[in-house]
């Protein structure tokens, strides 16, 4: 699990990369804005660290936070900065030396390190000068690394056994001295003449959107008539001098916020580029021979439009070959930037036109694309007789299992009755007597899942990568208290924690906790003094006035718990509609004291059965920024109580 959260980390890594498409560069560069990065003009960058969420607002991306170059001047990220302030300053002789021997060491290291004990997101790239081309080597992390003596002298060491990745995973091996190196030094270097470096531009990007807190945006800035749009994904993209840096950052202090601007309401994000983007944006990943990889000039922006679909899906199979070896995906110019190969698979399933769509199919099986996502994109594009027509016709075919079977729970969570479709019926009836875990769902939708939220596909094939975890619809008006509050005892017992959590099991933390109480209780009684007595970690240091506690639902408590599953939390996409509607019901079959394999129609009583609460708190272990979710559990017997909070962040 937490390698394939580091992993997916990284892509995110790439795809912020790739999204990068203007330059802000030191006074020698020209301010023009561009659609690409140009080559760095003057020293050349000999080392750099790109990690995520180093110098944006926006979740899941990435940009540089430390450049070595030639002339021995940095230009870094001030981590003690609450913004993304950067210095800059000159490196002595001494590290001079170490970071010549790192340099000099790195093009000998041929595979990527991801670490198997670490937890979080934290990693990134280390780009370093080979020669002739820039190289890049992921480590996922945290890496934890100590260093022993100086100059061409110092050693480095870490504690955590890692796991190299080099196309498939194969545990053991030792992180070679030059990227222990690299990474301590772009981490912990500070020159001493260090001094704030500000660059010509930086971008702003704007969406549709509410946000955490909405500010006016200021008018004697750049305005929106001055943005272009985002002919992908939507929005706008403003590039903005440097000057405004830091009074854009003290405005827009937190993440999620939104602008007020043009009589529109729109979510802010922002990411600031060094001097040498564009050599580092070309860096080959790290075992890959320079002569397999070429850097491809993007396609004209009416490609998918004009071009037969026998001709583009002969174009795309190309540049994803490239792609692998390139570790970048470009395809064709957008009018602002570029869009990759996985932005047309993206736009091909969801065209109207069945050969676009069918093609966009087939060569996202091809390219390893995300199945769970390109089902729910189909889902939500092509629903009713369509996505049942897609389905029949790939049911035997198992090379697109992996789409067809998330897909058939996906068309079913949005509502599609697929019990009387015999071909699939027959081919579920098959999955079930091979025990397949998804098989356990039916073909229809429980009324308890009517009103379940799901995202939305924009023309450009993106969604919120936020999960669907709003304020509960249907909240019920608290019970009335025929009789005063009656204290209970309630007192801990076992339970399987792992499987009451498993819809937030991608997640930072969760908390789930049984107890049993000394006598029967009315809903009335479960208030947040009650649940501050239950001494939970999630509660710890709250104080009444800190916890809000709300009756609600079954309906509302498993859209919720199928709205972080399906959805996922601050790095992850989430199980999408399919499998993420199977971990909402097996959270669901644990918090009613059910096991994973009772028949779902005994779950779904028993839920409908049990009363239901959301409770949330400003105590510290919550994050309280996105992703936070509280649920609390009185089973039919009213005398035992389960309580599963769970928090991420980015």
């Not at 979510?267 to 070309?282: D, K, M, R, T």
Request: charge should be negative; hydrophobic fraction near 40%.
């Amino acid at each position: 699990m937490i390698i394939d959260r580091l992993f997916h980390s990284l892509i995110l890594v790439v795809v912020s990369l790739l999204a990068a498409t203007a330059v802000h560069s030191t006074a020698a560069h020209s301010a023009e804005h561009s659609s690409s990065c140009p080559l760095h003009v003057g020293p050349t960058p000999m080392l750099g660290l790109m990690e995520h969420t180093a110098s944006t607002l926006e979740p899941g991306a990435s940009s540089l936070c430390f450049v070595l170059y030639s002339d021995r001047t940095v230009i870094y990220r001030d981590r003690k900065s609450d913004h993304t302030k950067f210095m800059t300053g000159t490196v002595d002789d001494e590290t001079w030396q170490t970071f010549e021997k790192i340099v000099a060491e790195l093009p000998a290291v041929k595979t990527s390190f991801f670490f198997s004990e670490a937890n979080g997101q934290e990693g990134g790239f280390i780009l370093f000068n080979a020669g002739k081309q820039m190289r890049q080597l992921p480590i996922g992390g945290p890496v934890l690394v100590k260093k022993v003596g100086s100059g061409k002298d110092a050693r480095y060491s870490t504690s955590l056994p890692p796991i190299q990745i080099q196309g498939s995973l194969d545990t053991g091996g030792e992180v070679p001295q030059s990227a222990l190196g690299a990474w301590f030094e772009s981490h912990n270097f500070v020159p001493k003449d260090a001094h704030p470096w500000l660059p010509d531009h930086f971008d702003v990007s704007l969406y549709d959107g509410k946000g955490s807190k909405t500010v006016t945006w200021p008018a004697s800035w750049p305005q929106l008539s001055d943005a272009k749009p985002m002919s992908f994904g939507g929005g706008y993209s403003l590039q903005m001098p440097g000057r405004y840096l830091r009074e854009f950052e003290q405005l827009f202090s937190k993440r999620y916020m939104a602008a007020r601007m043009s009589g529109k309401i729109l979510v802010v994000g922002y990411s600031v580029f060094l001097p040498s983007q564009g050599e580092l944006q070309s860096a080959i990943p790290v075992g890959v021979k320079e002569d397999t990889a070429q850097t491809l000039p993007p396609l004209p922006a009416d490609f998918l439009q004009n071009t037969p679909v026998s001709e583009i899906k002969k174009i795309v199979r190309e540049r994803n070959y490239n792609a692998d070896r390139m570790g970048t995906d470009n395809l064709l110019k957008d009018g602002i930037g570029v869009v990759s190969v996985s932005d047309v698979i993206e736009e091909l399933c969801q065209s109207s036109e069945p050969e676009k769509f069918e093609a966009g199919l087939e060569l996202s099986v091809e390219a390893k694309r995300d199945p769970l996502h390109i089902a729910s994109m189909l889902a939500s594009t092509h629903f009713g007789s369509l996505t049942r027509a897609i389905i029949v016709r790939h049911l035997d075919d198992s090379k697109f299992s992996k789409v067809t079977i998330p897909l058939i729970q996906e068309a079913v969570a949005r509502g599609e009755d697929l019990e009387t479709v015999e071909p699939i019926s027959l081919f579920w009836a098959k999955l079930k007597a091979k025990k397949e875990p998804i098989a356990w769902l039916p073909l229809h939708r429980a009324d308890m899942e009517t009103a379940l939220s799901f995202p939305q596909y924009l023309a450009g094939g993106s969604a919120s990568s936020i999960p669907i975890i709003s304020a509960p619809d249907h909240v019920e008006k608290p019970p009335v208290r025929t009789k005063p509050e009656v204290p209970f005892t309630a007192l801990p017992v076992s339970m399987n924690e792992e499987a009451a959590a498993r819809c937030v099991h991608s997640w930072e933390k969760s908390e789930a906790k049984l107890f049993e109480i000394n006598s029967g209780i009315s809903p009335a009684d479960v208030t947040a003094k009650q649940l501050l007595k239950m001494r939970l970690a999630c509660l710890a240091g709250a104080t009444p006035g800190d916890v809000k506690v709300e009756a609600v639902t079954s309906d509302t408590a498993f859209g919720l718990m199928y709205g972080v599953a399906s959805g996922g939390g601050a790095y992850g996409r989430g199980e999408c509609g399919g499998y993420g509607r199977l971990s909402a019901w097996q959270s669901m079959a644990a918090l009613t004291g059910l096991s994973a394999d009772s028949p779902f129609d005994e779950v779904y009583k028993a839920a409908k059965e049990s009363s239901w609460w959301t409770f949330s708190s400003k105590s510290k272990w919550f994050n309280n920024i996105a992703w936070d979710l509280g649920i609390v559990c009185l089973r039919p017997d009213k005398r035992h109580l389960v309580v599963l909070a769970a928090s991420d962040e980015d």
